[in-house]
């Protein structure tokens, strides 16, 4: 039995370094010369200002409030940042909210909440 060895091909310096290209955060009828990241970090901040708003007031769900910054969202960003933030929406709401609901029901509240976001952000994004 004869064993084959080969040399290895030496790796060339500059591959290590080469850029991975990342998918654009607008959508291409939207970009502009303006900075891409901008209508991100504005969607995110208004999300996190309604999460704090909504852990802050105990006597009623504020789930609602997200549609303004996932409107703002899906008017400026891709498709599926847009599907995206929905999850983060509801993963805010479920971990930062202060009421004590029993667990079937709280699962059927963000589940029906979960799917109103989605419709209201698949009419945006179909209607643009």
């Known amino acids: 039995m004869r064993l084959a ?51 802050r007031v105990v006597s009623i769900s504020l789930l609602y409030l997200y549609i303004f910054p996932l409107g703002v969202g899906a008017m400026f960003l891709r498709r599926e940042i847009s599907y995206g933030l929905i999850a983060v929406c509801i993963l805010f709401h479920y971990f930062d909210s202060p009421r004590n609901i029993n667990l079937g029901l709280r699962i059927f509240h963000n589940f029906s909440t979960m799917m109103s976001l989605f419709l209201w952000s698949n009419a945006i994004l179909t209607a643009r």
């Open 5 to 55: 060895v080969g040399r290895s091909k030496a790796t060339r310096s500059n591959d290590l370094g080469a850029r991975i290209p990342l998918l654009p955060l607008l959508r291409k009828d939207v970009a502009s010369n303006g900075p891409a990241w901008l209508p991100l970090v504005l969607v995110i901040g208004a999300m996190a200002a309604v999460a704090y708003t909504d852990h």
